[in-house]
């Protein structure tokens, strides 16, 4: 009877141990990843964040930081996501920061190049913005690009939601039209 009720609390005590350090594992991970992000806003809010392209869903932006070195942001606006990568190496993702660190850092972006992520030009399907084109074409165009801006379809609920984080003056042009003629 003894050795079952040692038993017992062994195995009892084994899964609170281990719940215990699990928890201090995900608390170190999550306020590290906290730290980074609030730096990177910080970047952000001190203009010291540079726009690189747009391809697609696909912003990346680059920035330093003094524990990091030079970094890669790259914001997933499909998905809401923002991740942090050295060369091809993802270094963070926002899955363990902080949402409202996360969602001024949304902002920040948006504010910052809204210009430069609603701008772009279709290539082959392929939506980039007009500064990469630019600079891969040397300058120029050819018969694959199309000037226009690539027709777009929206969501009511992505647009209501970009709304919710950038506000309604930050919308594309079109996203404001597309508001208008609803019906």
Request: proline share 2%; with cysteine.
């Amino acid at each position: 009877m003894d050795l079952l009720l040692g038993f017992f609390i062994g195995v009892i005590g084994s899964y609170y141990s281990f719940r215990f350090f699990n928890y201090l594992k995900i608390k170190a991970t999550k306020d590290a990843h906290n730290k980074v992000y609030k730096s990177v806003l910080n970047n952000f809010n001190n203009k010291l964040v540079a726009f690189d392209y747009r391809i697609n869903n696909v912003v990346e932006m680059s920035t330093s930081l003094p524990f990091e070195g030079d970094i890669l942001i790259m914001y997933f606006f499909d998905k809401k996501e923002v991740s942090i990568f050295r060369g091809r190496d993802c270094l963070y993702s926002s899955t363990y920061c902080d949402p409202k660190i996360l969602e001024d850092i949304v902002r920040a972006i948006w504010t910052s190049f809204a210009n430069q992520i609603n701008t772009g030009l279709s290539i082959n399907g392929n939506f980039l913005d007009s500064g990469t084109v630019y600079k891969t074409n040397n300058g120029t165009t050819n018969g694959n690009v199309s000037s226009a801006k690539p027709k777009k379809t929206f969501k009511i609920d992505d647009i209501l939601d970009k709304i919710n984080i950038v506000g309604y003056e930050n919308l594309s042009n079109e996203e404001k039209e597309f508001l208008k003629n609803i019906k």
